[in-house]
């Protein structure tokens, strides 16, 4: 594999894209979705107070509104032939995002995770967070009855102010809104996007920061891929099974255990008592028998399950395998947590929302772990910014979110060159987990690690195998947050790549004062579990993620019995990474490479700070 890799900026690669297979068309599309955005500033807040244990955090002043509240200009429809108008009678769901204060909110998120200031460690309650940085009464009541009066039907707030979800006719939202909705058929997939651009009253347009629901066309897809693992054994229990189909060809959860210093956790009590882990799965069931028959031969106890639906209802049955994998790896390496399966009936990005949303709200969790994201391109940039707004009120209240990076590579939209990372594992706010290639020796210690990557040329279209998601985000609005410092954060990449299809595309720089992902990673190559009756070798980095939120469930049940604050969000991450001594709380991968960036020293666009060793974290944390 050439490392000689130069970094092409998409936005070229849209220039050319029409000379491209026809499926390449999707790129074209992307440039359409900013139509559906509402710029709009922090929220305003009217002066109060809201008490936390320890501390008072004032309501917050609003920030200043720009003089003339305006939306975004929609590019043209010529880039994309043909689409049909959508039927008048149509009923669409559609959630209208409220302000909220967010310098406020980032003010005080700052505090919250330094040492030594008095907020230290002291995590917010939806109700404060609402009180203190979300739109009042008064403002809800406005937008309400604005779009009753234009014939929607509204639902109700949600526990934090943070939308309103509407159900109206096309016409009424073509109406409303000043625009028209048109269906478009592209590979096979059919989709919706506005044409035109949405037009809201002054008074309402500066309370509602976004609308989501007028394109369909980015749909969150698994990060994971599954390969065929010896003959079917369906029903096998014990250690045994487990170390004949599993050990002597890919990694079990006990080898899994060995490696990450579970196993150290495990002897001092810490099986992830009185911890929650979320779980969020779209538009995939799974098969309870799968679940308890790979706890059976990992010697575990059947793993306590709860399933939240989601926007509708998902049956069971065996689905695709990525609830399966979610599920046996969380499930097994914390084998006392409590799961909950966040299970929307639907994969959008619509859905998506309502999953953080609702981990939001009930914040009854304080782990959640997220396997599915889209090429960042492919979302509009406020339905990047929602999901971080959603991710900095999560941070705010003390839970871990670990966001699989993406199986590309640096390409997350399957195509060779064309180097973009994957939401919303690029908001700034996600803990954003890579791969590695991980083995262990006969005593399950970690032998060897190294960044999960493959040869990209060995096919035209990635399939979920060409390594850890990894690299720059092209979204202007996500800039570098102040955490994100540390050796190897400003190694600069600007070499040279050919390729038959992409000659002429201009260089990107890397860094490029954006946010860079992943933060961290663990093993997402040669993993078994057991799905649909028979043992499977899944990879990818919808295993990190599982691991990741299993290890920090553990972490946080013993920094709970000490009486600290939990893991939390993103910024402890770099916290931990900048102390130095021995043991580390990182594994630092130095070899390997993601088809464009090089695992190196310090942190890297492949694995971020490396691989966990949870009884270090814990300790650090004390």
């Known amino acids: 594999m050439k490392k000689d890799s130069r970094l092409r900026a998409t936005a070229s690669v849209r220039t050319v894209a029409s000379q491209l297979l026809s499926w390449l068309m999707t790129l074209m599309v992307v440039s359409l979705l900013d139509g559906c955005n509402l710029l709009a500033s922090p929220g305003t807040a009217q002066h109060g107070s809201s008490p936390t244990p320890t501390a008072v955090i004032p309501r ?73 940085f979300g739109p009042d009464e008064q403002q809800i009541t406005l937008v309400k009855q604005w779009l009753l009066d234009q014939g929607y039907q509204v639902g109700a707030v949600d526990p934090l102010a943070t939308q309103l979800e509407v159900t109206a006719t096309v016409a009424t939202i073509e109406r409303s809104l000043h625009l028209q909705l048109r269906e478009y058929e592209l590979n096979g997939q059919h989709f919706y996007l506005a044409s035109g651009v949405p037009s809201l009253p002054p008074q309402i347009a500066s309370l509602v920061q976004s609308i989501i629901g007028l394109s369909t066309f980015a749909m969150p897809r698994p990060w994971s891929f599954f390969e065929p693992l010896g003959p079917a054994l369906a029903g096998t229990q014990g250690a045994a099974a487990c170390s004949k189909y599993g050990a002597k060809q890919s990694l079990t959860r006990a080898q899994l255990a060995g490696a990450y210093q579970f196993t150290q956790l495990y002897q001092r009590g810490l099986q992830g008592q009185g911890i929650s882990i979320g779980i969020a799965e779209f538009s995939e069931p799974f098969d309870p028998r799968d679940i308890v028959t790979y706890a059976a031969c990992a010697g575990v106890p059947a793993p306590r399950i709860q399933v939240v639906d989601v926007q509708g209802h998902t049956p069971r049955g065996p689905g695709q395998g990525e609830a399966a994998l979610d599920i046996e790896l969380a499930a097994s390496l914390a084998p006392q947590a409590q799961i909950v399966v966040y299970q929307a009936a639907q994969a959008s990005i619509q859905a998506m929302l309502a999953v953080f949303q609702r981990v939001a709200a009930e914040n009854r969790v304080q782990v959640f772990s997220v396997s599915y994201g889209a090429a ?154 057991f799905w649909h009756g028979q043992w499977i070798r899944v990879g990818g980095t919808s295993a990190a993620a599982p691991i990741w939120a299993a290890g920090l469930a553990l972490v946080n049940q013993g920094l709970r019995q000490e009486h600290a604050p939990l893991f939390g969000g993103v910024p402890t991450v770099y916290r931990l990474a900048h102390q130095s001594g021995n043991p580390a709380p990182f594994n630092d991968i130095l070899r390997g490479d993601n088809g464009l960036y090089q695992a190196t020293r310090g942190w890297d666009y492949v694995t971020g700070w490396g691989s966990p060793n949870f009884l270090a974290l814990l300790q650090r944390l004390r």
């Open 60 to 132: 917050q002043a609003p920030s200043p509104l720009p003089p003339e509240h305006q939306i975004v200009d929609l590019p043209t429809l010529r880039q994309l032939p043909g689409g049909q108008p959508l039927p008048a009678n149509l009923s669409l769901s559609l959630s209208f995002t409220l302000i909220y204060n967010n310098d406020a909110l980032d003010r005080t998120l700052r505090q919250i995770y330094t040492p030594g200031s008095p907020l230290y460690g002291h995590y917010l309650t939806p109700q404060q967070i609402r009180q203190s």
């Open 376 to 529: 960042e391109d492919q979302l509009s940039t406020n339905e990047q910014e929602i999901f971080n707004q959603l991710l900095r009120i999560i941070a705010a209240e003390g839970i871990s979110v670990l966001i699989s990076s993406g199986d590309c590579g640096a390409f997350t939209e399957r195509i060779p060159n064309i180097a973009v990372v994957s939401a919303p594992a690029n908001a700034p706010f996600a803990i954003a987990v890579g791969g590695t290639t991980l083995t262990v020796d006969r005593q399950n210690r970690r032998q060897s690690e190294s960044g999960w990557g493959r040869d990209q040329d060995a096919g035209f279209i990635c399939r979920n195998d060409w390594g850890s998601g990894g690299g720059v985000s092209q979204t202007a609005a996500f800039k570098r947050p102040y955490w994100q410092v540390g050796p190897g954060m400003d190694t600069s990449y600007n070499g040279q790549r050919g390729h038959i299809l992409t000659p002429n595309l201009e260089p990107l720089q890397a860094p490029n004062g954006l946010r860079q992902v992943p933060d961290v990673a663990a093993a997402a190559d040669n993993i078994c579990i």
